[in-house]
């Protein structure tokens, strides 16, 4: 018998057996962890002043309505021991105690019916517009609107910007008719807005879209003040709001110090999730030099901080603005990033003041990967238009 081979299978299996146990006491931890977060965050959790008012209330009316104790006697160790029962309470101080009982129950009851009409009167004057574009994924049986905050307050209102059906197997097959679609919202957002002031309507957008068309909403809703911006989760498969912290990464800028004099017509390639492939971009437009915005943490989950939004547009803009003081007429925008960050890119861009531009879409597997694109409405051109190469 192989002595040795036997004590190491068995040290082996022993110091298998501490590991599992070890990561089990780490998982039941963190399970207690967790249960003690969600027992603090019930703890101390603000709740409104009727809730307050009513457990105040039902306290006052427990307290006169238990009436006397009660007496218990024993022996410990030979001992006489009596416990005294309570002693009934005063009239006059259980009707005060009972009076204002019923008057905390009272203004309880006033303060949530003047809290619930509010409520009311909130939602029937204000509007919250849910844009969801559809096209990449079937979202249906999550919708935009059902992961609307509960912050936000008003009549829901969804409008779903539907072109699954022109897409296969990752492939746009119809962009003209797609694009049909995606330039009628404003008339849509219009048809629903009935006259309504612009502060009491509030636009919830997400979506799952090619490039283009989700740069093009953005541009096309740019004069919408309120819009909050959610993204689709991939891991859990869900809406989600862009609520994490700024991780501080920013744009890496290079080409624009190097551009020829003169240069009208320019490549501008924004790597936020992937990195565009500059000579992907140089098959596509052999003759325009290239401009690159990187950040150099580059994921597909490097995007859900609205601080870091909110500043990666402004360096885009910046740049953007450099690129127009320089000459530039024409920029050719090549993007790899999130669709949350693409609408935003959209939003931002000023279509008075900046160069014309057409946003590509990426198609791998073909000789040129970028087939065409969309001329935005921006500038002197009035409607949005496919550019094929």
Same mark, same amino acid.
Not at 165 to 194: F, W
């Given at each position: 018998?192989?002595?040795?081979?036997?004590?190491?299978?068995?040290?082996?299996?022993?110091?298998?057996? =501490?590991?599992?146990?070890?990561?089990?006491?780490?998982?039941?931890?963190?399970?207690?962890?967790?249960?003690?977060?969600?027992?603090?965050?019930?703890?101390?959790?603000?709740?409104?002043?009727?809730?307050?008012?009513?457990?105040?209330?039902?306290?006052?009316?427990?307290?006169?309505?238990?009436?006397?104790?009660?007496?218990?006697?024993? @022996?410990?160790?030979?001992?006489?021991?009596?416990?005294?029962?309570?002693?009934?309470?005063?009239? /006059?101080?259980?009707?005060?105690?009972?009076?204002?009982?019923?008057?905390?129950?009272?203004?309880?009851?006033?303060?949530?019916?003047?809290?619930?009409?509010?409520?009311?009167?909130?939602?029937?004057?204000?509007?919250?517009?849910?844009?969801?574009?559809?096209?990449?994924?079937?979202?249906?049986?999550?919708?935009?609107?059902?992961?609307?905050?509960?912050?936000?307050?008003?009549?829901?209102?969804?409008?779903?910007?539907?072109?699954?059906?022109?897409?296969?197997?990752?492939?746009?097959?119809? %962009?003209?008719?797609?694009?049909?679609?995606?330039?009628?919202?404003?008339?849509?957002?219009?048809?629903?807005?009935?006259?309504?002031?612009?502060?009491?309507?509030?636009?919830?957008?997400?979506?799952?879209?090619?490039?283009?068309?989700?740069?093009?909403?953005?541009?096309?809703?740019?004069?919408?003040?309120?819009?909050?911006?959610?993204?689709?989760?991939?891991?859990?498969?869900?809406?989600?709001?862009? !609520?994490?912290?700024?991780?501080?990464?920013?744009?890496?800028?290079?080409?624009? =110090?190097?551009?020829?004099?003169?240069?009208?017509?320019?490549?501008?390639?924004?790597?936020?999730?992937?990195?565009?492939?500059?000579?992907?971009?140089?098959?596509?437009?052999?003759?325009?030099?290239?401009?690159?915005?990187?950040?150099?943490?580059?994921?597909?989950?490097?995007?859900?901080?609205? +601080?870091?939004?909110?500043?990666?547009?402004? =360096?885009? /803009?910046? !740049?953007?603005?450099?690129?127009?003081?320089?000459?530039?007429?024409?920029?050719?925008?090549?993007?790899?990033?999130? !669709?949350?960050?693409?609408?935003?890119?959209?939003?931002?861009?000023?279509?008075?003041?900046?160069?014309?531009?057409?946003?590509?879409?990426?198609?791998?597997?073909?000789?040129?990967?970028? %087939?065409?694109?969309?001329?935005?409405?921006?500038?002197?051109?009035? @409607? +949005?238009?496919?550019?094929?190469?």
């Amino acid at each position: 018998m192989d002595w040795g081979r036997g004590a190491s299978t068995a040290r082996a299996s022993r110091n298998e057996s =501490e590991a599992q146990s070890e990561q089990g006491k780490g998982e039941m931890g963190s399970g207690l962890m967790q249960v003690a977060d969600r027992i603090v965050e019930w703890i101390t959790r603000e709740r409104p002043i009727e809730r307050k008012l009513l457990v105040a209330g039902l306290a006052c009316l427990a307290t006169v309505g238990a009436g006397p104790g009660w007496a218990l006697a024993t @022996k410990v160790f030979g001992h006489d021991i009596t416990i005294s029962r309570i002693q009934p309470i005063p009239d /006059l101080l259980s009707w005060t105690i009972g009076g204002t009982g019923g008057l905390l129950l009272i203004a309880a009851g006033l303060l949530a019916g003047i809290r619930y009409r509010d409520d009311r009167k909130d939602r029937s004057r204000h509007l919250v517009l849910t844009i969801e574009q559809r096209g990449l994924r079937d979202t249906a049986d999550t919708p935009l609107l059902d992961a609307i905050p509960q912050s936000i307050k008003g009549r829901r209102q969804p409008l779903v910007v539907d072109i699954r059906d022109r897409i296969k197997d990752g492939v746009v097959t119809d %962009p003209e008719a797609a694009l049909e679609r995606v330039v009628g919202l404003p008339r849509l957002i219009e048809s629903y807005k009935n006259g309504k002031d612009p502060s009491d309507i509030v636009v919830v957008y997400g979506g799952l879209s090619p490039v283009p068309f989700t740069f093009l909403a953005g541009v096309l809703l740019d004069d919408e003040s309120q819009i909050v911006t959610l993204d689709w989760d991939r891991a859990s498969e869900a809406w989600r709001q862009l !609520n994490s912290e700024d991780d501080g990464d920013s744009f890496k800028v290079a080409g624009i =110090e190097q551009l020829p004099p003169g240069t009208t017509e320019v490549a501008v390639a924004v790597s936020v999730s992937y990195l565009v492939d500059p000579e992907a971009v140089s098959r596509s437009l052999p003759s325009s030099p290239i401009v690159e915005l990187k950040l150099p943490r580059r994921s597909p989950d490097n995007h859900w901080s609205e +601080a870091k939004q909110q500043r990666l547009m402004m =360096e885009f /803009l910046t !740049n953007m603005i450099r690129l127009a003081d320089s000459g530039v007429k024409t920029i050719h925008l090549f993007l790899a990033a999130q !669709n949350s960050v693409v609408f935003r890119l959209g939003r931002v861009y000023d279509k008075r003041n900046l160069p014309r531009v057409l946003v590509y879409q990426y198609q791998k597997g073909r000789k040129v990967e970028h %087939p065409w694109s969309i001329e935005m409405p921006v500038q002197d051109v009035e @409607k +949005a238009a496919i550019r094929w190469l």
